[in-house]
């Protein structure tokens, strides 16, 4: 059986169809389904279930989908190896990040990972999403979620804490809420999911919560942008703390209902990557420079609840 042919097969499966996989391996679609048609006799056996948008493995195509992944990661562990002779740490890292937590948090640490490596190529999405994990250019994504997806590794970066707030004068104006339910009343700023009611999950110190509705009159997947909306006494924002807390340690910027946990779309943050992809020394240096960054972050954060 010819390796190279198991090989194939691993990025087919892991590109999710024949289309996606002929793009990364700059062959023709053709090509690609006549090679797997070829290991497919050989083997006597189908190895793909293939729909009009994808592909899953049968059984015995996640059996041999483990022998070519094995045998490409040490392929390109070989290719690392020579490559890093004599040489400094290179590569490239693709990193996608959320748009408010990538910007207002990981900026400094992903300038300081510059600086530390400066021969890795950085490439950097800012975005929502989760399914760019299928594509290469994606090898580590930053989620906040309630759970991580099961087929992704999911690795934790602790905990977010959304605040109800406002400017004072806003505060002032208007009151601010003595229980989750009246933000259904109020001028709401925060983000949400597309075709989805914003609901927010309040919950309090037993895990107990009320489920309550929003009715947002600013909404946006930016969060620099929610800020400015804040600032701009437009309303008053569900949002995570990294967003306002510089303004709320200064005081221009009050809190709310700060006896509950604010949820909307989860409160834990997650690092996620695929299973079974090789991960070159840069990825892997990179993946444990941003877990140490996070965790010094979350120690600070505690040494101030504290003081």
């Known amino acids: 059986m010819d390796p190279a042919s198991l090989v194939l097969l691993a990025d087919i499966i892991e590109a999710g169809n024949l289309s996606r996989a002929a793009r990364k391996l700059k062959m023709t679609r053709a090509n690609v389904s006549y090679r797997l048609g070829q290991l497919e006799k050989e083997v006597g056996s189908q190895l793909l279930r293939r729909t009009t948008v994808q592909v899953e493995p049968t059984e015995i195509g996640k059996r041999l989908l483990e022998h070519g992944s094995a045998i490409r990661n040490e392929m390109l562990q070989a290719q690392e190896s020579v490559q890093r002779l004599g040489q400094g740490l290179h590569g490239r890292v693709g990193l996608g990040v959320p748009s408010g937590y990538g910007q207002m948090v990981m900026t400094p640490w992903l300038l300081a990972f510059k600086r530390q490596y400066p021969d890795i190529v950085l490439d950097v999405v800012f975005e929502n999403r989760v399914d760019n994990l299928i594509r290469d250019e994606i090898d580590i994504a930053i989620r906040i979620m309630p759970e991580p997806p099961m087929q992704l590794v999911a690795r934790d970066m602790g905990r977010v804490r959304y605040v109800a707030c406002a400017t004072r004068a806003w505060a002032t104006a208007h009151g601010m809420p003595k229980a989750p339910q009246a933000l259904s009343q109020l001028p709401v700023i925060t983000s949400s999911v597309v075709g989805e009611q914003v609901r927010l999950r309040a919950y309090r110190s037993d895990d107990s919560f009320e489920d309550v509705p929003l009715y947002p009159t600013v909404i946006s997947e930016h ?22 807390q510089a303004e709320i340690n200064g005081g221009s910027v009050v809190t709310a209902l700060d006896d509950y946990r604010l949820s909307i779309f989860g409160g834990q943050m997650f690092m996620l990557y695929m299973p079974g992809r090789h991960q070159t020394k840069a990825m892997r240096t990179c993946i444990e420079f941003l877990l140490e960054c996070s965790a010094a972050a979350r120690q600070e954060q505690a040494s101030s609840s504290r003081a």
């Not at 800020?227 to 306002?244: K, M, S, T, W």
């Open 223 to 244: 969060f620099p942008f929610l800020r400015e909306a804040i600032l701009a006494e437009l309303g008053i924002g569900i949002v995570p703390d990294y967003v306002v």
